[in-house]
């Protein structure tokens, strides 16, 4: 099939651009390593309370690992455990999430902190937070007649 | 080898001689037949109902989410929601493809046969007790489970039943049509067959291999789960069941679109079709590069691997080579028209164009509105980007730029010509006048509804939620403006709904008894020959089948393989 001169022009731009467009998220993703959040953990979503680290929802220090904190967060109908969070800025966070019944959302409004909860799989997504201020966390996945009420917030402080 | 070349060119000459004659003996088929137009409008009644209420339902979210209007009666937000994407996602949108596509076929491949339209009927009537099931389930709110109706928010069984009928009607009415098309080819062996019926055919294969994911999610997940038969169910492999129909189901709204930008639209501004052959090659990829692309709805979803997101990522952008194809080749009809009447310089062409038809003015502002549509459409199937927007109101806007405004206008336009075809009356100047008025509103009330959601989303608000003050939080009070601003803009759109409506029921029962012309285009002169290969369904049901494999069988194995508990249902409304 014969092409008309500037419609080849046209698509020649227009596919040179997708081409470079693609070449550009993909290097993101395979060499920086900046794949949007896809833990593949699951979990026993009806005793998710009694397995680690849910058991023990909050902030914690670790040590010996890429990251200096774990943020552990249990959603459910229609409230996230623990309601605050409170990281020290510039440090990197890695944060462990899911759901104990329905699925939910998970997103730090206005960042790109923002994966899916559902029940029976572990999201993970791991960030530096490297502003202070207080980022509220909102629940962006309908669970039902409480949804709109579903948020927590995450402090991120000065070092003491 | 190279005889063999010419000798086929010889051929395809000689069956370009065929069918310009041909062409002139379809030319006398200007009229739908009665029983065909009866059938179409059945359709298009169903669809306008869905239009006003959910529409109504649209209104009363936008006022909802302004902070400034609560529901009465206890009716609930999520339910009002559910009504809207329902009605108007689902039922006007599949009611009014069904309508169009139907006198579509009936025009360009001649009159149904009785055993044709009877099938149509039964699919008709299928869809349209499925709706009526579904939307009593609703009302009851018994299934305010939103239109993606994701588990393991359970449903009354009833609602999954209403919409397995909808889509199986829908497969019914599809084989209607398309046996016509066949019929054709057989009837004109070694020829190019109407482009138009073409299109419905592409758009209807297209459909009936989306809608099996979604087909197998209810019949054999939702339904036997919600009726009790068994306790649990996979909830990953449900979303990605529904995903693998979802993005397929936003290009089976766009494509009857793009039949009228492209064979009507030309015809409407008194030009020509730019080339058969690139209108069925974009077609063709639309096909292909339809459903092996669910994943980006699923870019931050747990248990699949960033490398098969990524694939589908690419697959996805492949749609910008059709869309870039028919950009060109619409603007190019708009030019050659342009300059026949007189238009000189690089831009002047534009003015020639007739901007007081109704026809050419709803459809031209829907593809003015596509352009940022389809470029927001990039961010969010962005492997990366997705993630700052994903499930926001951004969203809600983007699909109210394609879905709502591309697609409905263009909508709309059709109507203008088709209604008073199929019922023997006539849009006269006033009606056209109102059809204008109307298209401006719309355009008005979507830019500023959706450029608030768009910009509303990058500050990260939620969709698909209630008013909330979030506890006051800071951020919050940033985005109670814009959703004032969604208020104005929706109330507007409902005043577009209403004009339109006023405009429909003239059409229908009170406008001048007359002919009113279906507009269908001819191809230019010195356009390119249609290569035979692109009628060859077989070839791009192969290529379009391996994609499909390619795409889902290593994730779908894998989430089966290592599935989780399954989930209980849940009623949380």
Same mark, same amino acid.
């Given at each position: 099939?014969?092409?008309?001169? =500037?419609?080849?022009?046209? &698509?020649?731009?227009? +596919? /040179? @651009?997708?081409?470079? *467009?693609?070449?550009?998220?993909?290097?993101?993703?395979?060499?920086?390593?900046?794949?949007?959040?896809?833990?593949?953990?699951?979990?026993?979503?009806?005793?998710?309370?009694?397995?680690?680290?849910?058991?023990?929802?909050?902030?914690?220090?670790?040590?010996?690992?890429?990251?200096?904190?774990?943020?552990?967060?249990?959603?459910?109908?229609?409230? =996230?455990?623990?309601?605050? &969070?409170?990281?020290? +800025? /510039? @440090?990197?966070?890695? *944060?462990?999430?899911?759901?104990?019944?329905?699925?939910?959302?998970?997103?730090?409004?206005?960042?790109?902190?923002?994966?899916?909860?559902?029940?029976?799989?572990?999201?993970?997504?791991?960030?530096?937070?490297?502003?202070?201020?207080?980022?509220?966390?909102?629940?962006?996945?309908?669970?039902?007649?409480?949804?709109?009420?579903?948020?927590?917030?995450?402090?991120?402080?000065?070092?003491? | 080898?190279?005889?063999?070349?010419?000798?086929?060119?010889?051929?395809?000459?000689?069956?370009?001689?065929?069918?310009?004659?041909?062409?002139?003996?379809?030319?006398?088929?200007?009229?739908?037949?009665?029983?065909?137009?009866?059938?179409?409008?059945?359709?298009?009644?169903?669809?306008?109902?869905?239009?006003?209420?959910?529409?109504?339902?649209?209104?009363?979210?936008?006022?909802?989410?302004?902070?400034?209007?609560?529901?009465?009666?206890?009716?609930?937000?999520?339910?009002?929601?559910?009504?809207?994407?329902?009605?108007?996602?689902?039922?006007?949108?599949?009611?009014?493809?069904?309508?169009?596509?139907?006198?579509?076929?009936?025009?360009?491949?001649?009159?149904?046969?009785?055993?044709?339209?009877?099938?149509?009927?039964?699919?008709?009537?299928?869809?349209?007790?499925?709706?009526?099931?579904?939307?009593?389930?609703?009302?009851?709110?018994?299934?305010?489970?939103?239109?993606?109706?994701?588990?393991?928010?359970?449903?009354?069984?009833?609602?999954?039943?209403?919409?397995?009928?909808?889509?199986?009607?829908?497969?019914?009415?599809?084989?209607?049509?398309?046996?016509?098309?066949?019929?054709?080819?057989?009837?004109?062996?070694?020829?190019?067959?109407?482009?138009?019926?073409?299109?419905?055919?592409?758009?209807?294969?297209?459909?009936?291999?989306?809608?099996?994911?979604?087909?197998?999610?209810?019949?054999?997940?939702?339904?036997?789960?919600?009726?009790?038969?068994?306790?649990?169910?996979?909830?990953?492999?449900?979303?990605?069941?529904?995903?693998?129909?979802?993005?397929?189901?936003?290009?089976?709204?766009?494509?009857?679109?793009?039949?009228?930008?492209?064979?009507?639209?030309?015809?409407?501004?008194?030009?020509?079709?730019?080339?058969?052959?690139?209108?069925?090659?974009?077609?063709?990829?639309?096909?292909?590069?339809?459903?092996?692309?669910?994943?980006?709805?699923?870019?931050?979803?747990?248990?699949?691997?960033?490398?098969?997101?990524?694939?589908?990522?690419?697959?996805?952008?492949?749609?910008?080579?059709?869309?870039?194809?028919?950009?060109?080749?619409?603007?190019?009809?708009?030019?050659?028209?342009?300059?026949?009447?007189?238009?000189?310089?690089?831009?002047?062409?534009?003015?020639?164009?007739?901007?007081?038809?109704?026809?050419?003015?709803?459809?031209?502002?829907?593809?003015?509105?596509?352009?940022?549509?389809?470029?927001?459409?990039?961010?969010?199937?962005?492997?990366?980007?997705?993630?700052?927007?994903?499930?926001?109101?951004?969203?809600?806007?983007?699909?109210?730029?394609?879905?709502?405004?591309?697609?409905?206008?263009?909508?709309?336009?059709?109507?203008?010509?088709?209604?008073?075809?199929?019922?023997?009356?006539?849009?006269?100047?006033?009606?056209?006048?109102?059809?204008?008025?109307?298209?401006?509103?719309?355009?008005?009330?979507?830019?500023?509804?959706?450029?608030?959601?768009?910009?509303?989303?990058?500050?990260?608000?939620?969709?698909?939620?209630?008013?909330?003050?979030?506890?006051?939080?800071?951020?919050?009070?940033?985005?109670?403006?814009?959703?004032?601003?969604?208020?104005?803009?929706?109330?507007?759109?409902?005043?577009?709904?209403?004009?339109?409506?006023?405009?429909?029921?003239?059409?229908?029962?009170?406008?001048?008894?007359?002919?009113?012309?279906?507009?269908?285009?001819?191809?230019?002169?010195?356009?390119?020959?249609?290569?035979?290969?692109?009628?060859?369904?077989?070839?791009?049901?192969?290529?379009?089948?391996?994609?499909?494999?390619?795409?889902?069988?290593?994730?779908?194995?894998?989430?089966?393989?290592?599935?989780?508990?399954?989930?209980?249902?849940?009623?949380?409304?």
């Amino acid at each position: 099939m014969h092409l008309h001169k =500037y419609e080849k022009y046209w &698509l020649t731009f227009g +596919v /040179g @651009s997708l081409i470079v *467009f693609l070449l550009i998220t993909g290097i993101m993703a395979f060499h920086n390593g900046s794949h949007p959040p896809s833990a593949k953990n699951t979990i026993n979503h009806e005793k998710v309370d009694e397995i680690a680290p849910f058991n023990k929802p909050g902030v914690h220090k670790v040590s010996g690992k890429d990251w200096d904190y774990e943020v552990v967060v249990v959603a459910s109908a229609f409230y =996230y455990n623990p309601p605050e &969070l409170e990281v020290p +800025v /510039g @440090s990197k966070v890695k *944060f462990i999430a899911t759901s104990k019944d329905v699925v939910h959302g998970f997103e730090i409004s206005g960042t790109n902190v923002n994966m899916m909860l559902e029940p029976g799989y572990i999201s993970e997504y791991t960030t530096t937070v490297d502003k202070t201020g207080e980022y509220l966390i909102v629940c962006n996945e309908y669970c039902g007649v409480g949804h709109a009420q579903m948020h927590s917030m995450l402090k991120v402080v000065d070092k003491k | 080898m190279s005889q063999t070349t010419i000798d086929q060119s010889k051929v395809i000459k000689e069956n370009v001689t065929v069918s310009r004659k041909m062409a002139n003996k379809t030319a006398e088929i200007l009229k739908v037949d009665p029983k065909d137009a009866k059938l179409s409008m059945a359709h298009i009644f169903v669809a306008f109902i869905a239009l006003l209420l959910g529409g109504t339902a649209g209104l009363l979210q936008v006022l909802v989410r302004s902070g400034h209007f609560e529901l009465p009666w206890g009716i609930g937000y999520y339910q009002v929601l559910t009504v809207h994407g329902v009605l108007l996602g689902l039922i006007l949108t599949t009611f009014f493809i069904y309508g169009f596509q139907i006198a579509g076929v009936s025009r360009t491949s001649g009159t149904l046969t009785p055993k044709q339209r009877l099938i149509c009927w039964i699919g008709f009537w299928t869809m349209t007790i499925g709706t009526a099931m579904s939307a009593t389930m609703v009302l009851l709110n018994e299934a305010s489970v939103l239109y993606t109706f994701y588990a393991p928010l359970q449903a009354h069984w009833i609602f999954y039943l209403g919409l397995a009928l909808v889509v199986v009607g829908s497969w019914i009415g599809g084989l209607g049509q398309a046996l016509r098309w066949m019929q054709w080819r057989k009837e004109n062996p070694n020829q190019t067959s109407p482009l138009l019926s073409f299109m419905v055919v592409c758009n209807n294969l297209m459909w009936f291999v989306a809608t099996i994911g979604v087909a197998v999610e209810v019949l054999f997940q939702l339904l036997p789960w919600s009726l009790g038969l068994v306790e649990r169910i996979d909830i990953l492999l449900s979303r990605t069941l529904f995903w693998s129909f979802g993005h397929a189901l936003v290009y089976f709204w766009l494509l009857p679109a793009y039949m009228v930008w492209y064979v009507v639209v030309p015809k409407v501004i008194g030009g020509k079709i730019f080339s058969d052959a690139l209108a069925r090659l974009s077609f063709i990829m639309f096909v292909i590069f339809s459903i092996p692309v669910g994943l980006h709805h699923q870019l931050t979803e747990p248990g699949v691997d960033g490398s098969w997101k990524f694939l589908q990522v690419v697959l996805t952008m492949m749609v910008v080579i059709p869309s870039l194809l028919t950009a060109f080749s619409l603007f190019a009809s708009f030019e050659l028209r342009g300059r026949e009447l007189g238009g000189k310089g690089l831009f002047s062409w534009f003015k020639k164009l007739p901007w007081g038809d109704a026809r050419f003015f709803a459809p031209f502002m829907g593809m003015l509105i596509f352009i940022p549509g389809g470029a927001g459409g990039i961010v969010n199937a962005s492997h990366q980007m997705n993630q700052l927007i994903h499930n926001t109101i951004w969203v809600t806007g983007h699909f109210h730029l394609t879905v709502a405004t591309a697609v409905v206008l263009t909508f709309f336009g059709a109507t203008y010509w088709l209604v008073p075809h199929l019922t023997g009356r006539t849009l006269t100047k006033q009606l056209n006048q109102l059809g204008i008025i109307q298209a401006i509103i719309w355009a008005l009330g979507m830019t500023i509804m959706s450029s608030s959601m768009h910009i509303e989303g990058l500050l990260g608000a939620p969709r698909r939620s209630a008013f909330s003050d979030y506890g006051g939080a800071e951020i919050a009070k940033t985005w109670a403006s814009y959703q004032v601003a969604q208020a104005v803009g929706g109330t507007l759109l409902f005043i577009g709904i209403i004009i339109f409506l006023f405009i429909f029921v003239k059409l229908c029962w009170f406008a001048p008894k007359g002919e009113e012309e279906f507009p269908i285009g001819t191809v230019a002169e010195n356009a390119e020959k249609t290569p035979a290969i692109l009628e060859n369904f077989k070839i791009w049901i192969v290529i379009l089948v391996a994609l499909i494999l390619i795409a889902y069988t290593f994730p779908i194995y894998d989430i089966i393989q290592n599935s989780p508990l399954g989930s209980k249902g849940y009623k949380l409304w």
